[in-house]
């Protein structure tokens, strides 16, 4: 698995969900197919990079809604991680 954008050769990536695809709460209960078809629509593989670039956090794949907030700018990190990694 490559990165998904355009010209980007790396192969460490994260799954990236989309906002679309994290929005469905009742995903658990959609045929099969559908869920794959989902899937297949709604993760975007990025390295760590893009994943910033994009909008996601690189290490867990959330969309961040407000891609200018400050500590996600600086360790392209969610609240959520970077919380974690303070931690560690
Ligand atoms: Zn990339
Ligand atoms: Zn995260």
């Known amino acids: 698995m490559k990165c998904q954008h355009p010209g980007c050769q ?9 906002p679309k695809l994290s929005e469905i709460n009742h995903f658990d ?10 899937i297949e629509e709604g993760i975007k593989y990025y ?9 996601y956090c690189w290490n867990c794949g959330t969309y961040q809604a407000d891609r ?21």
């Open 10 to 18: 790396r192969s460490l990536v994260t799954d990236c969900i989309s």
């Open 29 to 38: 209960s959609l045929d099969d197919y559908i869920q794959a078809k989902l």
């Open 47 to 55: 390295c760590p990079e893009h994943c910033q670039q994009y909008g």
């Open 68 to 88: 200018n907030d400050i500590k996600f700018r600086k360790t392209g990190l969610c609240r959520q991680c970077s919380r974690d990694n303070d931690s560690a």
